[in-house]
């Protein structure tokens, strides 16, 4: 299906009910809500309300990752985009797209910027930054798919010089195996003229870790319960949202955050649509989100591994955050 907005320069294509999309909230809702631990996939996270929270925890005082993300784009976008000279940035997991602004702007200097494709599973999140980005990027071609990024085919702009993005250590909530199995059908899509800039989020001080995941106003919270909010909504399913509270912990051995929903008493939840009845023990959870931590070993071994070169290993000054610029190697 495509969907084409009033403006003319956005072309969104809605891949999300498409047969083969990944997208599958029933199918996913049933296989990891019947699977012991319980689990649900982040992806569910982001309705328009799930993607208006994850904005506001970008500037929660907690949440450096946001800032230190664009501390290095704001030092490092001109020489980034020196690299390659692409004439279109196609990003994965684009959300509002604020921090894109800073590679869109290197670009415009450059005389270089045509299109920006962005490829999120939001409606609501890429249709607001299309229209803000052609509102103020006045030449601009926006050509998105609405979409699940997990099986890229047919991605925007294709035989242009393309910079792809993958910021804000959306790369992290994916399992290593995922995320190279990932990060090969990217590179499978990848010309020799384009790059592939990668923001990771860095091992570091627990405390630290931990707070930037359980912050002081409870945003974070309210986001982890969105998912309950999309499953009561879109599955008819019966969560009470104060049965259960938010819990993020640091786990030493996957080096990773996970978000978990902790069911506070024993109790029983139907979801009548996909034919489920789940009961829950108290203290139970269902893992909502993981957060993979990397050093630049662990990075430099997932792109190893997934065909992708390192061209550079940019980090924030206080050494919390890293972009890596990769190409694809010839096999
Ligand atoms: C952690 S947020 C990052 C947003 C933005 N890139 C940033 O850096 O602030 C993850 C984004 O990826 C999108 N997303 C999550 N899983 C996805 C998937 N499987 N396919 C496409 N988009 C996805 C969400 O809608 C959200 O916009």
């Known amino acids: 299906m495509r969907e084409d907005t009033a403006r003319s320069r956005i072309v969104l294509r809605n891949t999300l009910r498409e047969q083969a999309s990944p997208y599958d909230l029933r199918g996913d809702a049933h296989a990891g809500l019947s699977s012991t631990p319980k689990t649900l996939p982040s992806k569910y996270f982001y309705d328009a309300r799930g993607s208006h929270l994850f904005e506001m925890i970008t500037r929660l005082p907690e949440y450096y990752l946001t800032r230190a993300e664009t501390e290095i784009l704001e030092r490092e976008s001109g020489r980034i985009v020196e690299a390659f000279r692409p004439r279109v940035l196609v990003e994965f997991g684009s959300g509002a797209a604020r921090k894109t602004r800073i590679l869109l702007d290197a670009m415009l200097e ?37 979409g699940d990024f997990e099986r890229p085919r047919d991605l925007p702009f294709a035989g242009r010089p393309r910079l792809m993005a993958f910021l804000g250590s959306t790369i992290g909530n994916l399992e290593p195996t995922h995320a190279t199995s990932f990060l090969t059908s990217i590179r499978e899509e990848m010309t020799a003229a384009d790059g592939f800039l990668v923001g990771f989020d860095l091992v570091k001080d627990i405390d630290v870790l931990e707070r930037a995941y359980n912050d002081e106003a409870g945003v974070t919270a309210k986001f982890n319960l969105n998912v309950l909010r999309v499953l009561n909504r879109e599955l008819g399913a019966s969560f009470d949202l104060d049965a259960f ?17 902790v069911s506070v008493v024993e109790q029983f939840v139907r979801i009548p649509s996909i034919g489920l009845d789940i009961s829950f023990a108290a203290g139970e959870t269902i893992r909502t989100e993981l957060s993979h931590k990397y050093t630049r070993e662990s990075a430099g071994g997932l792109l190893q591994a997934s065909g992708l070169g390192l061209e550079s290993w940019c980090t924030d000054r206080s050494d919390r955050f890293a972009l890596a610029l990769a190409r694809a190697r010839s096999v």
């Open 110 to 146: 450059r005389g270089l910027l045509e299109g920006y494709g962005p490829v999120d599973v939001s409606a609501e999140a890429s249709r607001n930054a299309a229209d803000a980005l052609t509102r103020d990027y006045p030449h601009i071609r926006v050509e998105g798919v609405i």
């Open 245 to 261: 509270r938010h819990r993020a912990v640091w786990n030493a051995v996957d080096s990773r955050i996970e978000m978990h929903l």
